[in-house]
């Protein structure tokens, strides 16, 4: 990579929208620590709400500082790694699925010709949302059940403190994966909306992209704080921070709730929604013997694809014909 590529870069990095983006997520957690300072707190002063935000505790804690060193070092190495972002794949399933669907049935893409409309534009980008939300939600539920996925997952959840940064403990191999799968559902939507009206472009507010939108509105920050945020009766709707925290706890009852990323219906649809009681504590990490090997950047980078690998090599062995160990089932 190149002295200019580099600078070039940077410079996109802290171009208006960026910078605006900056600006809305940096609000809405200070907004969100007011509220639940207000909310939990009788006796208010800077220095106590100070103490609220940033309690020792937490910004102390063993699992504070990996979360700061993982997110520092992940960071430095993503544009090195060339993981392909997600709308390649979202393009690439959607020009496919556009190929098989107009030989399939003698369509000449597009139906509709011109720019599309404001009517179509908001429709396409709310199919398209949906589609996210649900494939999220699809492959969540995946790494929870399958224990080749969970040693990649369990990177995320081996967070013991929530600070925000949390949001990011993703395991690259784990990001990758998941931006692959992300391809498939909405590639199909994409696919299928090419074959009506082409040049479709989603919804901007304020010149935000929908999905960064979508990322600051349901809180994806706050969410991985201890902050317990609720949308009252948006909760229906739209999954708020305190419900994503009970996804984290160590609580055997709280094991495989709350999967969803924006929308909280597909855990009602699906029967994994757990309602925590308003202002209920969750205590976060793994309930697991070596839970704090975690707690750096080896455990955080090579722990996980060693442990992947153990999984393989137990697969190959109990189908080869001399097999006989027994099976270890995976912790949910």
């Given at each position: 990579?190149?002295?200019?590529?580099?600078?070039?870069?940077?410079?996109?990095?802290?171009?208006?929208?960026?910078?605006?983006?900056?600006?809305?997520?940096?609000?809405?957690?200070?907004?969100?620590?007011?509220?639940?300072?207000?909310?939990?707190?009788?006796?208010?002063?800077?220095?106590?709400?100070?103490?609220?935000?940033?309690?020792?505790?937490?910004?102390?804690?063993?699992?504070?500082?990996?979360?700061?060193?993982?997110?520092?070092?992940?960071?430095?190495?993503?544009?090195?790694?060339?993981?392909?972002?997600?709308?390649?794949?979202?393009?690439?399933?959607?020009?496919?699925?556009?190929?098989?669907?107009?030989?399939?049935?003698?369509?000449?893409?597009?139906?509709?010709?011109?720019?599309?409309?404001?009517?179509?534009?908001?429709?396409?980008?709310?199919?398209?949302?949906?589609?996210?939300?649900?494939?999220?939600?699809?492959?969540?539920?995946?790494?929870?059940?399958?224990?080749?996925?969970?040693?990649?997952?369990?990177?995320?959840?081996?967070?013991?403190?929530?600070?925000?940064?949390?949001?990011?403990?993703?395991?690259?191999?784990?990001?990758?994966?998941?931006?692959?799968?992300?391809?498939?559902?909405?590639?199909?939507?994409?696919?299928?909306?090419?074959?009506?009206?082409?040049?479709?472009?989603?919804?901007?507010?304020?010149?935000?992209?929908?999905?960064?939108?979508?990322?600051?509105?349901?809180?994806?920050?706050?969410?991985?704080?201890?902050?317990?945020?609720?949308?009252?009766?948006?909760?229906?709707?739209?999954?708020?921070?305190?419900?994503?925290?009970?996804?984290?706890?160590?609580?055997?009852?709280?094991?495989?709730?709350?999967?969803?990323l924006m929308f909280s219906f597909w855990d009602r649809l699906f029967g994994?929604?757990?309602?925590?009681?308003?202002?209920?504590?969750?205590?976060?990490?793994?309930?697991?013997?070596?839970?704090?090997?975690?707690?750096?950047?080896?455990?955080?980078?090579?722990?996980?694809?060693?442990?992947?690998?153990?999984?393989?090599?137990?697969?190959?062995?109990?189908?080869?014909?001399?097999?006989?160990?027994?099976?270890?089932?995976?912790?949910?």
């Open positions: 990579m190149s002295i200019s590529s580099v600078v070039e870069m940077i410079m996109e990095k802290i171009s208006g929208a960026n910078l605006l983006t900056a600006g809305l997520l940096l609000l809405t957690a200070f907004v969100s620590a007011l509220v639940a300072y207000w909310r939990t707190t009788e006796d208010k002063s800077f220095r106590e709400f100070f103490d609220f935000v940033f309690p020792n505790e937490i910004i102390t804690h063993p699992s504070a500082r990996a979360d700061l060193l993982f997110w520092v070092t992940k960071k430095a190495i993503m544009p090195f790694l060339m993981i392909p972002a997600g709308v390649t794949f979202v393009v690439a399933v959607g020009y496919a699925t556009n190929r098989v669907l107009s030989t399939l049935f003698q369509i000449d893409p597009p139906l509709f010709q011109g720019p599309p409309g404001p009517v179509t534009i908001i429709i396409f980008t709310a199919t398209m949302l949906i589609a996210y939300d649900i494939s999220y939600y699809l492959y969540h539920v995946a790494q929870h059940r399958f224990p080749f996925l969970w040693e990649l997952h369990k990177v995320h959840h081996s967070a013991e403190v929530m600070v925000g940064i949390t949001k990011d403990r993703v395991h690259p191999l784990d990001e990758l994966m998941n931006r692959i799968w992300d391809g498939v559902i909405p590639g199909i939507c994409f696919g299928i909306w090419t074959l009506l009206s082409l040049n479709l472009v989603e919804v901007t507010i304020f010149g935000v992209n929908v999905y960064v939108m979508r990322n600051i509105l349901m809180m994806d920050f706050v969410r991985h704080t201890h902050f317990k945020i609720s949308f009252g009766p948006l909760n229906n709707v739209i999954l708020c921070p305190h419900w994503h925290q009970l996804h984290h706890s160590v609580d055997p009852r709280h094991y495989d709730k709350n999967f969803g994994t929604l757990c309602v925590p009681h308003p202002n209920e504590d969750f205590k976060f990490g793994l309930m697991e013997r070596n839970a704090r090997d975690y707690q750096s950047l080896s455990g955080l980078y090579l722990l996980p694809l060693k442990k992947m690998w153990e999984h393989v090599a137990r697969r190959f062995r109990r189908t080869s014909p001399d097999a006989s160990e027994p099976t270890q089932s995976s912790q949910p």
